[in-house]
Structures are given as C-alpha cells and as structure tokens.
C-alpha cells in the first residue's frame, strides 16, 4: 500500500510542484491549504499531469480540529508542511502576524501529529536562517542568525520541531533549507502565480519579459561581486521539488532528526539571470541599476554535499533551463492561473 502523505500548504507554488512529483514517485497526496497564497487551479493542472486524483481538503493548518478530521479521513501516514507566511518584507511591517501565523500552524500540526501517532515531517525551511556573516557558502553546521521576522519564524520553528521530536520517540524530522527556488515545471502547466508585485528576480524578470511590467530595478550594482550586483542560489522548483521525495523517502526508511540544504551549490548574479532568461525567452529585458535593497547581502549560495550524500540527491538543471521553464510558463499563462 502506497504511504498517504499530507502536503499541508500544497496549492502553493513549491507544494504543488511536490505534489506532481510524490504522485509520479508512487505516493498517494493529500492537499491542506486556505488558498490564502495558492490555488486549486495547481492541483487541476497536476491531475491532468499525473491523471490521479488529488484528495484536497480547503482548511486552515492553525485549524486543530479540520486537521484532525483529515488525518482520521484519510489515514495520514507522513506530513510535508510548506503551509505558512512567505514574504519577508511583509514580515518586517507586520512581525506579530507572521510569528502568530507560522508558529501556530505548525504547533497546531504537531499536535494532531502526536495525537494521531504520525511520526515522519518534512518540514520547509530556508536559506534565511543563516547568520550572513557565514556567506557565501552555507554548510548546515553554520551558526545561524536570521535578520528578519519571516527567518526568525523559521528558526523557531525548526526549535520546536526538534524539541518535540527529542521528547516523542515516534517523531522523526527533516528541515530542508531551500535557496532561491525558481522556474516551472517543464510542461508550463504550473508555476509561480504571485499575487501583486512580485517580490523576487525572476517572477519578476518574467512579468517584464511579457510585457506587464516595464523594466526590472536591479537592486544595487556596487556589490563587491563580479559584476557589482548580488549573488544567490537559484534552484529549479523540479528539482526542490524532487529533493522532497528524496527526503521523504530517505526518513521513512530511516528515522532521524537532521537539517539539510536543498541548493546546486553554485552561485549566480542578478546581470547573469537577466541575460540567462534574454537568451531564453528571446525578449530583451530592460533594467535600471537602484540602490541596494535593505536586508540583502552580496552573495552566498549552498554547500550541497550533505544532501547528495545522504540523500542521493543533486539538482540536475541548469540556469538556463530555470528561465526556459519560468518562461515557458509565463508565456502560457500571462495572468497566472487566473485568467
Ligand atoms: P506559497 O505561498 O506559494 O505556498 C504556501 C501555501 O500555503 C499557499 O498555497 C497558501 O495558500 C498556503 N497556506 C498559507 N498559510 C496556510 C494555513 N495557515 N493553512 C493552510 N494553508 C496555508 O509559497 P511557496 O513558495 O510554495 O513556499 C512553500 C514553503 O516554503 C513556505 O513555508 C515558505 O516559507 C518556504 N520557503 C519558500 C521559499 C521560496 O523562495 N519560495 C524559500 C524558502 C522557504
Ligand atoms: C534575489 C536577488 C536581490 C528583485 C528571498 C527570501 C528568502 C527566500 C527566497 C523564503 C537579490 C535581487 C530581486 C528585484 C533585484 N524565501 N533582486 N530586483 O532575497 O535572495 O531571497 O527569497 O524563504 O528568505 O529573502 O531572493 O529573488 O528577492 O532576490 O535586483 O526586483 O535579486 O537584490 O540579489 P532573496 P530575491
């Protein structure tokens, strides 16, 4: 019998990226989410992807009792919870909402979790966590540090996870730390449908390269980088996504609680994606330099030895290939998944 596994925050962008490719890995998907930041148009497209049905519940993580009732319902065998708040200038502006918000949906998870006996979580954390004075490359033993509300609720979660897995026997955990996750699946089927204006690169690159904004504002040009401007991570969803099941199955099989980074463990600068995702897209993407974004630092990217060792698991596409998928997906779907 095929696990059921619970993808709580699964109509998300990550999550249902995850979804496509447990279903492909055998494992039977069960979706929570409140829509708030996602859409059942995801799990649509991943049912014609897949032609399996998807069980999806619309409910809210913090919610005890309607998680409760679908663990019963559905006879949850393992949880991946990407449900929570994302945006970290937000967070700064309203700190007491995300600390609320991410914290309790997963207390409140972790409680149905022990009272359920369900013992196996992979959990979404986040490069973020990272005391930046360890950039650029980030090992999981680094110290950690976040500098904004939206990373501290990370840390605290990944506390309290800990603490619950050292006081239940039962309770096993991974905390996958994703860089920059981007593109689509290759079918553009789905992707990134952000609501408003985007906050990161490249959804951002895309809705200039479509023509529904008019130029990118390169976030400072006079980074001691190459080519003056920040470096990060970026990891094709596919692959994020891919990095899940390896997760999940490498926890089934061997109980553990342990941290590990999901990244390519190369860096890339803003000017190399814009001209990356020009070549791809065959669009120019006009750009302006502005000053430097507060929070950002220069550089860093992944060290992702730990998980291609423990996990059997490397990212396998390349940058080009992120923005001909993010294109891809763009160009099929101007207005996202609404229109
Ligand atoms: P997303 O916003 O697309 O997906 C999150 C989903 O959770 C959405 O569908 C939203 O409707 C749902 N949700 C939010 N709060 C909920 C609640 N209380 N109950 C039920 N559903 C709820 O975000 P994403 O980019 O797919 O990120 C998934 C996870 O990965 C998040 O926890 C995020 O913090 C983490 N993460 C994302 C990135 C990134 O750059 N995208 C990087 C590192 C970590
Ligand atoms: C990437 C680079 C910007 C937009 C964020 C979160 C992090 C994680 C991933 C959740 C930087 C530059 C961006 C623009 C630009 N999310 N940039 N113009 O900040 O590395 O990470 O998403 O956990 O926690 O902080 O990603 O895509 O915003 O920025 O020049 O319009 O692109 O300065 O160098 P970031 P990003």
């Keep these: 019998m095929p696990k059921t596994i619970l993808l709580t925050g699964g109509a998300g962008y990550i999550g249902s990226h995850t979804a496509l490719e ?20 995801s799990l649509n497209r991943v049912e014609r992807l897949t032609g399996v049905r998807i069980r999806f519940y619309q409910a809210d993580v913090r919610d005890a009792r309607a998680l409760e009732d679908i663990f019963i319902e559905c006879d949850i065998g393992g949880v991946v919870h990407f449900a929570g708040l994302k945006a970290v200038g937000e967070s700064v502006e309203k700190p007491l909402l995300y600390y609320r918000h991410n914290l309790d949906a997963t207390l409140s998870l972790l409680e149905v979790m022990a009272r359920r006996g ?7 954390s ?21 500098v904004n509300p939206y990373g501290w609720t990370k840390f605290m ?14 309770l096993s955990a991974l905390l996958l730390r994703y860089f920059n996750p981007v593109g689509a699946h290759e079918s553009g089927l789905i992707g990134e449908d952000p609501r408003g204006v985007p906050n990161n690169l490249m959804p951002y690159i895309s809705q200039v ?3 529904r904004r008019e130029y990118l504002t390169v976030h400072g040009g006079d980074y001691p980088t190459p080519d003056g401007t920040g470096i990060r991570d970026y990891i094709h969803v596919s692959d994020l996504a891919r990095g899940h099941v390896a997760a999940l199955d490498f926890l089934l099989a061997n109980p553990c609680v342990d941290e590990i980074n999901l990244g390519t463990g190369r860096g890339c ?29 220069a550089a860093f990217w ?5 998980a291609r060792k ?11 290939e992120m923005c001909a998928d993010a294109w891809r997906w763009q160009s099929m779907n101007p207005g996202g998944y609404e229109l």
């Design 22 to 41: 447990m279903i492909r890995a055998g494992y039977e998907v069960v979706v929570a989410d409140n829509l708030s930041n996602g859409s059942r148009e």
């Design 269 to 297: 600068s803003v000017l190399e994606v814009v001209k990356a995702f020009e070549r791809a897209s065959g669009r120019p993407i006009p750009y302006r330099i502005g000053p430097r974004r507060s929070g950002d630092i």
């Design 118 to 124: 369900v013992g196996t979580l992979i959990f979404s």
């Design 157 to 170: 979660c990944e506390r309290i996870i800990k603490d619950a897995c050292a006081a239940e026997k039962g």
């Design 209 to 211: 390269a479509v023509g």
């Design 126 to 146: 986040s490069a973020t966590v990272y005391d930046p004075a360890c950039a650029p490359v980030y090992t999981e033993d680094a110290p950690l540090k976040p």
């Design 310 to 320: 423990k996990l059997g698991w490397e990212a396998r596409h390349d940058l080009s």
């Design 302 to 306: 992944a060290d992702a030895t730990k």
